[in-house]
Structures are given as structure tokens and as C-alpha cells.
């Protein structure tokens, strides 16, 4: 509170108010999940129904309740068609702990135990347990606590930081590449995995180029490695489509969710587990010693599967894909001629604006300007939600924002940009 905190007190739709009565639009979803918007009386109400008649039971020893039931063939019905088995989980990150456990126990039970090694990414996010910081690419948190052997990063597909002169498919291809040129280095007899997020979302919003996916999949395919799309953040609608998978047609193997999987009311996440893998477990496999006591607690099983409901009946990923996505993605990339602005770019409900000094060069500021900060800042207290990773301001709306809220969204952003350049005197 010294430090000047602010206090969330309220929320509505895309809304959120704070202790000084301030009314801000929130276009990080909360913290990328707010799916389906805030103050759904109907997901308090399923929460509350469900403590009443069942407030908690396990899923270990062969029992289970109705929730977690309604739930799994409700996740099965939604998703890709190799999903036909969940593991449920309390957070992202413990799905991403699974997805260590499971692809070392899956290639053991394969006779292969030495293929131990996951590839993952530079600037990831998997989320900050062990396994998770150590798969994410964040050298800060890397510093914090060290990394797990047999995690290796390679580049990751962002054209605007790192494609020079090639065009965006020529430098997706080649990013992807590494992948091969990775799995020869180590030895392709060592290889378990390789984990991406579809869009990399805390890592600044970086939307690979359209050619980098097929050719991560051919390369996985190739090798016959396991492919794990996170869709902590993708899942959802988040892109207009079910999942990232869809949007971009991965076929994974194992599916990491979260966040929107509940729109947030409760924690609740886990791992979608392709038939190849469960095949494995089920017809090899004893027990997988695996699971925590909350795993599909009745009451979180019960509102994620009621804001299913919601993003169904209200037919919210598909005015996403048709209708609002389009929209915005329209006006946010009329922010791309802003005079700090050297890239606007986007894709469903997600969007990133580059901050740069010099938009013809692409220079960008020198790290101690803070200038990602200095204009989030701005957007804090003009009323707005963008976050900063670096100089890279990121969104990620409710998915129920409106076309007019997103006018609102758009020029409180331009608002913001304006105060910014100001103040850096550009
Ligand atoms: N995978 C992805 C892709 C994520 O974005 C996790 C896993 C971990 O989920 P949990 O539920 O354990 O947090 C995430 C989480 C940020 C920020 O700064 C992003 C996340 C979490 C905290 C901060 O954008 N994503």
C-alpha cells in the first residue's frame, strides 16, 4: 500500500473498480482467464449449490463424484479428438509438473527410459513451480532457484526481435528448425518432448509466423518425440477457436489448461492426455502415483464445467472468431502508426504493441528507460489495463468485450501512447 498498491474491490463484464473508486477497463482478463467476464452471478451460484450438496471428495482410489464425471466427458467433448482422458490439477503449473512426470514415466513404460530430455523454449512461460520455471525460458527465473537437468531451450519464433530480413515464413521455418538441429546435438535417443504454448503469452504475446507450427509437427512427427501444446492461456476461446491447437492444427499429444478452463472463479487446471500417451499408461502401466488432495475438487469441476456452459450457450468463441476478434484486431493495428509503436500485431483476443525508439531501424529504448513501464503507468491510472513485458505492451480481453468497449479499450490506449511519447520527449 506504501508503494501505492491498488486495491481491487469490484468487477463487472470488463470492468473493474478499485478501493478510490476508480473504474478501469481490464484488458488482461485479470490475469488471462476473466473468459467469460466478471460478476456471473450463475458461476457464484453453481460454486455455492455444489459446497452445499458435495463439498469435497477425492479422485484417488478408484471413487470419483459428478463434477469431476460431467466435467471430463464435457473437456473430452470440446477438445481435439486424440483427448479422451483429463488429469486434474489446481493450477497451470501443476498441470506442467504432470506433463514431467508423465512423458518420463510414458517413455520408460515404452522401454525407453533414457529418452528423458524436453525441449521447450527461450522466453516461455510454463509457470513457476520447479518443472515449471525450468521448462519456461525465463533466465530471471532461472537465476531464482536453478533449472531441472534434461530441459533444453531453443529460440523462439519471434520475427518483429529476431527475423532481420527474412520474411515472416522464411524465419518460421528456420526457427523451427532448431528443433531438428537440437534433438541431433543431444541425440535423438534421448529425446522425450517438445512443449510450446501456440501463442507465447507472457513472454510478450509473440505469434509465430504461419509456416513455424506445421514444421514443429513434421519435425516431432520425424522423430516420433511427444508434442505438448500449453493451452494454459490459448485454451478456451482465447483465439477464437476451442484451443490454440485448433487455431493453428497442432496434433498434441498432451494438453496443459488452465485459466479460462474456470474463467478464473475458481483455481482449477489440468492435462488433457492424448490417446498415444494414455494408450501407453492404461495398457502398460500399474498406478501413475500422481495426484493432490484438491485434484478436481467437486466445487471448481462444478463452475468450470457451468462456464463451459456459458461460452457455449452464449455462442462466445464464435462472435470471438466472427465478430469481436476481427474488430479488435482491426482498430489495434490502427495502432501501429503510432510514432512509438515499431509493431502492432495480433490474433484473436490477444494483442502486442512493440515500444521503439526509432520505428524505421527498430532500435529499440535503453532497458534502464522503462519506457514499457513509464506507459503502462498511464494506462493504470487512465483507467486502463495493459501490461508491459519490457517494452512490449500486451492485452488479453474478456472474451465478451463488446465493439464498443473495445473503442473504449482502443483509444484509452492511444490516449496512453500519446502521454508516453510525451514524456520521453519523442
Ligand atoms: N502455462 C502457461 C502458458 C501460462 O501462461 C502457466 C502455465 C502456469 O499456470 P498457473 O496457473 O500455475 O499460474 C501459465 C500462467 C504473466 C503471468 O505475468 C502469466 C501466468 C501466470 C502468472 C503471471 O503474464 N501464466
Not at 3 to 8: L, N, P, W
Not at 152 to 172: M, R, T, V
Not at 207 to 214: F, H, L, R, S, V
Request: one cysteine or more; hydrophobic letters at 40%.
Amino acid at each position: 500500500m506504501e508503494k501505492g498498491t491498488r486495491v481491487i474491490t469490484n468487477a463487472d463484464g470488463v470492468y473493474l473498480w478499485d478501493s478510490d473508486g476508480n473504474k478501469i477497463l481490464d484488458a488482461m482478463a485479470g490475469l488471462w482467464c476473466i473468459n467469460v467476464g466478471y460478476g456471473r452471478k450463475e458461476l457464484a451460484d453453481t460454486a455455492y449449490e455444489q459446497l452445499r450438496e458435495l463439498p469435497y471428495y477425492n479422485n484417488f482410489f478408484q471413487t470419483t463424484h459428478p463434477p469431476a464425471i460431467e466435467l471430463s466427458k464435457t473437456l473430452v467433448d470440446i477438445s481435439p479428438s486424440q483427448f479422451n482422458h483429463i488429469f486434474f490439477t489446481n493450477s497451470g503449473s501443476e498441470a506442467i509438473d504432470t506433463v514431467v512426470r508423465m512423458v518420463r514415466y510414458y517413455w520408460a513404460l515404452e522401454g525407453k527410459p533414457e529418452k528423458t530430455v524436453i525441449i521447450s523454449r527461450e522466453n516461455a512461460y510454463h509457470g513457476s513451480t520447479v518443472a515449471g520455471s525450468s521448462l519456461g525460458g525465463m533466465k530471471l527465473m532461472h537465476e531464482q532457484g536453478g533449472i531441472l537437468t534434461d530441459i533444453e531451450h531453443i529460440a523462439q519464433p519471434y520475427w518483429f526481435g529476431n527475423g532481420g530480413k527474412l520474411s515472416p515464413d522464411e524465419f518460421g521455418i528456420k526457427i523451427a528448425k532448431d528443433l531438428e538441429a537440437r534433438i541431433k546435438k543431444i541425440g535423438e535417443s534421448r529425446i522425450a518432448a517438445f512443449i510450446g504454448e501456440p501463442v507465447q503469452g507472457a513472454g510478450g504475446v509473440i505469434i509465430p509466423p504461419e509456416t513455424y507450427w506445421p514444421e514443429i509437427q513434421r519435425i516431432c512427427d520425424k522423430y516420433g518425440i511427444l508434442l505438448i501444446a500449453d493451452e494454459v492461456i490459448c485454451g478456451f476461446g482465447r483465439l477464437g477457436e476451442w484451443f490454440g491447437s485448433d487455431y493453428f492444427s497442432i496434433h498434441a499429444d498432451l494438453m496443459p489448461i488452465a485459466k479460462g478452463m474456470s474463467s478464473g472463479y475458481l483455481p482449477i487446471g489440468g492435462l488433457m492426455v492424448g490417446d498415444r500417451v494414455a494408450n501407453t499408461l492404461i495398457d502398460k502401466g500399474g498406478d501413475f502415483n500422481h495426484g493432490f488432495t484438491y485434484s478436481g475438487h467437486p466445487a471448481a469441476c462444478a463452475v468450470a464445467l457451468k462456464n463451459i456452459c456459458i461460452l457455449k450457450e452464449e455462442n462466445i468463441i464464435d462472435t470471438v472468431k466472427n465478430e469481436t476478434s476481427p474488430y479488435l484486431q482491426k482498430r489495434w493495428l490502427e495502432l501501429g502508426s503510432h510514432p512509438l509503436v515499431g509493431e502492432a500485431r495480433g490474433v484473436g483476443m490477444v494483442g502486442a504493441l512493440e515500444l521503439v525508439k526509432n520505428k524505421e531501424t527498430k532500435e529499440g529504448f535503453p532497458e534502464k528507460q522503462n519506457v514499457g513501464m513509464v506507459c503502462r503507468d498511464f494506462c493504470f491510472n487512465n483507467g486502463l489495463v495493459m501490461r508491459a513485458v519490457a517494452d512490449t505492451m500486451i492485452i488479453s480481453p474478456p472474451l465478451i468485450i463488446s465493439n464498443d468497449e473495445i473503442d473504449d479499450l482502443i483509444a484509452k490506449a492511444r490516449l496512453c501512447l500519446n502521454l508516453t511519447a510525451e514524456k520521453i520527449g519523442l
